[in-house]
C-alpha cells in the first residue's frame, strides 16, 4: 500500500515523535508534520493536492480538518488509560484542578479523578468553538494545575498555571495508523468498483443516468451525457434541471417502459428504475435511447430477417374480400392467431392459402418472431428432411462443412409454415410427428436433440382425409396438423368479390406496369363474373396483368379479353360481350349497305353522299361473329391493306384490327 496518501497532523510535537516511533515498528511509512486547530484544517486542505486520501488527528484538530476537507478523517482516540496516566501522578500535588478540552479529549475525565480522588473543575468545549473566551476564568482562578489537550495549554499561558498534557498513547496511535490502512484498502476497492462500472456504462450504447433518494443527478454515462447535452459539472444538480417534473413524479416507486421524452432537442426513449431495497428506495437508475437509432435497429433486424426471407410480407387486410364466406375464414383466422394450437389450411391452388397464413402470423403473439416457410412439393425428398431438420457436418456426401441449420431452428420463436403438407414422403411424416410430439429435432447425421418453440402452420390443396384411408398419409399427423382448420373458398364459391379483386389488382399493378389510369368497361367486368376461375385469384391476377400489359388506351375495353385464354377457347360462349362494342359501331357505319342479297340493286343515301361506293355491301347471313369477320376484311380490302386507315374507319384501335383478325384465322 502507498502510505504517502496517509498524512499523520499531530496537534502537539510529543504526538507527532510518538507516531514516528510507532509507524517506524509497524513498518507502515506515512507523513507526519504538527499543525494544532485551524493550522492543522490548513495543512489538511494543502495536503489534498498531493494525492492524500485519509488524515489522522486528534481532538479538536480532528474536528476542524473534518469540516475544513472532504475525505476520511481518523481521529486518534484517548482512552482511560491515557486519562489515567495524566491524572495519577496528581494525586501528590495540591488541588484543585482545571480539567479543559474537546469531548473526545477529556469524555471520563470526571469519573476517573472522582475516583482517585482529584477536586476537579470541568470545562467541556464545543467542538466548533476553538477560542477561549467561553472559559470562565472565575471558575478556574483557584485552580493549581490544568489539564488538558492543546487549549488548556494555551490557557494555562493565560492562567499562568502550569499545565499537565494529557498524551495518546502508542496503542491509540497504532489502532489510528492500522484504520487508515483499513480505509485506504477501502478506498482502492471502491476505485476499482467505481472505474469497472465506469467502462461498463460507457461501453453501454444507450445512455445510463443515476439519481439518489435526494433526486439528484448521482452519475451518467458519455452516451448520456452526449444525448443531454451536458457534462460531469452537472453531477450533484437536482435532475429536474435536466428532465420536465412530469417525468419525476413518484419517481420513488413507479417504473416507466418506452416514456417518449424530447430532451435537448432530441426524441428519446426513456425507461425508469427505481432501486428498491427492502422497502426503502435508495435511488433511480435512467436509460436513454435515441429515438431515432431504435427505428434504425428495428429497420436493420427487418432487413436481416427480410434478406433472409424470414419474415412475413401480407396481413390479414391484404386477403381481399367482402362475401360472406371471406368473413368467416378471416373471423376464423383472427380467433386462430391468439392460440398456439397448429392450423391446417384447405384449398384448392390459388386461393390464397400461404397469404392467409403470414397474415395469421402477423396478428399472433409471434408476430416479432421469423415467419419461415417451405413448399413441401418443391423440393426432392433427400433433400426435403435435410431442409426441414437441418444437418451436421459430414452427414452425407456434399454436406456443408459445419453443417445447416434446418428450418425448424429458424422459424424458433416464430412460425413455420408447410405448404403442400400433403406431399410429404412417409419417413418425413415420421420425423415430423415427433418433433410435434417433443418439441424438439435432431439434425440429420446427428447425435443431440435441440429444444425448438415453434408453432406450425400448413397448407394443402389435397383431401388429406382420403390420403389417410388410402394411407399416403400418417393419421396421427393428420390430427396433430389439425387442431384448428381452416377452408379457404374457391373463387367460384365467393364471385361477388371478383370485382373487389380485380379493382385491387388493377390498382397495384397499373401503377407498376406504368399505366395508371386505366379502367375497366362494365362488359369486363361481366366477362370476368361469368367464368368459373378453375385456378381462383391467382389465375385472376394474371388475367388482370395481361389485360394491363396489353392495353393501348385508359379503357380496357371487350375486344381486349380476346387474349385472355378462357375467353379464345370459348368464343360462341362470350360472343355477345366480346363483340359487342365494334359490331354496334360496325352496323352504324355499315347498316345500309348490308343485305341478305350481295347484289346493289341501286344507290342509296350512303352512297349518294359518297360515304360508301357501290360494291361496299357485305353478306348479313351467318353467326354474329361471321358477319364482323366479313366487315372488318372488306374495309381492309377497300382501305388496300391499310390496317391504320381501316382501323379509324372502323373506330377501334391499330392493335385490336390487327387481334381481331388474327385470332379469326
Known amino acids: ?121 470541568i470545562c467541556e468545549l464545543k467542538e466548533e468553538n476553538e477560542t477561549l473566551h467561553s472559559i470562565k476564568e472565575s471558575d478556574f482562578a483557584q485552580t493549581k494545575i490544568i489539564v488538558g489537550d492543546t487549549i488548556a495549554v494555551r490557557y494555562s499561558e493565560i492562567l499562568q498555571r502550569p499545565v499537565h498534557l494529557i498524551k495518546s498513547g502508542p496503542e491509540s496511535i497504532t489502532t489510528a495508523i492500522l484504520q487508515a490502512e483499513h480505509l485506504i484498502e477501502a478506498l482502492e476497492i471502491d476505485r476499482a468498483k467505481t472505474a469497472l462500472s465506469t467502462v461498463i456504462l460507457n461501453a453501454v450504447h444507450e445512455g445510463v443516468v443515476t439519481i439518489d433518494r435526494n433526486e439528484n443527478i448521482l452519475n451518467l454515462n458519455a452516451e448520456a451525457q452526449k444525448m443531454l447535452g451536458v457534462n460531469l459539472e452537472i453531477l450533484g444538480q437536482p435532475a429536474k434541471k435536466v428532465f420536465r417534473p412530469q417525468l419525476l413524479e413518484d419517481i420513488h416507486s413507479k417504473k416507466l417502459f418506452g416514456y417518449p421524452e424530447r430532451v435537448n432537442g432530441k426524441d428519446l426513449v426513456i425507461n425508469l428504475y427505481p432501486i428498491i431495497d427492502r422497502e426503502i428506495h435508495l435511488g433511480t437508475v435512467l436509460t436513454l435511447q435515441n429515438t431515432l437509432e431504435i427505428q434504425q435497429a428495428e429497420y436493420n433486424i427487418r432487413r436481416k430477417l427480410h434478406d433472409k426471407g424470414l419474415v412475413s410480407k401480407f396481413s390479414l387486410r391484404d386477403f381481399a374480400g367482402n362475401s360472406e364466406p371471406v368473413r368467416l375464414v378471416l373471423d376464423q383466422a383472427r380467433k386462430y392467431a391468439k392460440t398456439d394450437s397448429s392450423i391446417l389450411i384447405q384449398g384448392e391452388s390459388g386461393t390464397g392459402k400461404e397469404l392467409l397464413a403470414q397474415g395469421i402470423h402477423q396478428v399472433s403473439l409471434r408476430k416479432n418472431g421469423p415467419f419461415v416457410a417451405i413448399n413441401c412439393a418443391a423440393l426432392p425428398e433427400h433433400l426435403l428432411e435435410s431442409e426441414l431438420f437441418g444437418y451436421e457436418e459430414g452427414a452425407f456426401t456434399g454436406a456443408r462443412k459445419g453443417g445447416k441449420v434446418g428450418l425448424f431452428e429458424l422459424a424458433h420463436k416464430g412460425t413455420l409454415f408447410l405448404d403442400e403438407v400433403g406431399e410429404l414422403p ?53 390430427y396433430r396438423l ?13 364471385k361477388g368479390d371478383i370485382r373487389l379483386l380485380m379493382n385491387r389488382f388493377l390498382s397495384d399493378l397499373s401503377l407498376k406496369l406504368g399505366k395508371p389510369n386505366l379502367k375497366y368497361s362494365e362488359e369486363v367486368y361481366q366477362a370476368f363474373e361469368k367464368y368459373h376461375w378453375p ?14 400489359v396489353l392495353a393501348e388506351t385508359d379503357m380496357i375495353q371487350p375486344e381486349s379479353l380476346a387474349v385472355i385464354s378462357f375467353v379464345a377457347q370459348n368464343k360462341d360462349e362470350f ?91
Open 1 to 121: 500500500m502507498d502510505y504517502s496518501r496517509v498524512l499523520f497532523i499531530a496537534p502537539y510535537t510529543e504526538l507527532a515523535e510518538e507516531a514516528k516511533k510507532t509507524v517506524q515498528e509497524l513498518n507502515k511509512p506515512c507523513q507526519i508534520i504538527v499543525a494544532d486547530m485551524r493550522d492543522g484544517a490548513e495543512a489538511a486542505k494543502k495536503a489534498l493536492n498531493y494525492g492524500v486520501e485519509v488524515i489522522i488527528s486528534r481532538g479538536g484538530t480532528a474536528s476542524l480538518i473534518r469540516q475544513a476537507v472532504n475525505i476520511p478523517v481518523v481521529e486518534v482516540e484517548v482512552t482511560g488509560y491515557d486519562i489515567l496516566r495524566a491524572l495519577y501522578p496528581l494525586r501528590d500535588k495540591e488541588g484543585p484542578f482545571g480539567i479543559i478540552g474537546f469531548p473526545t479529549v477529556i469524555k471520563g475525565c470526571q469519573t476517573i479523578a472522582q475516583m482517585i480522588g482529584l477536586n476537579c473543575y
Open 575 to 665: 360472343a355477345n360481350l366480346l363483340y359487342h362494342d365494334d359490331i354496334t359501331s360496325s352496323m352504324s357505319d355499315f347498316s345500309p349497305q348490308f343485305s341478305e342479297n350481295p347484289r346493289v340493286e341501286g344507290p342509296n343515301e350512303f352512297q349518294r353522299s359518297n360515304r360508301f361506293r357501290e360494291g361496299e355491301a357485305v353478306l348479313i347471313q351467318g353467326s354474329l361473329i361471321e358477319i364482323e369477320k366479313r366487315v372488318i376484311e372488306r374495309v381492309v380490302e377497300l382501305e388496300n391493306q391499310n390496317l391504320s386507315r381501316a382501323a379509324k374507319r372502323l373506330g377501334i384501335d391499330r392493335s385490336t384490327l390487327w387481334r381481331k383478325r388474327r385470332l379469326d384465322k
Open 535 to 548: 385456378g381462383n385469384v391467382r389465375e385472376l391476377r394474371n388475367c388482370v396483368e395481361k389485360l394491363i
Open 482 to 494: 389439425h387442431v384448428l382448420g381452416l377452408r379457404v373458398p374457391p373463387l367460384r364459391e365467393r
Open 426 to 478: 412417409l419417413h418425413v411424416q415420421a420425423r415430423l410427428l415427433r418433433v410435434l410430439q417433443e418439441r424438439e429435432v435432431m439434425r440429420v447425421g446427428g447425435d443431440r436433440v435441440i429444444p425448438v418453440d415453434v408453432r406450425l402452420i400448413s397448407a394443402t390443396h389435397r383431401k388429406l382425409n382420403d390420403a389417410v384411408e388410402k394411407n399416403e398419409f400418417r393419421a396421427d399427423l393428420f
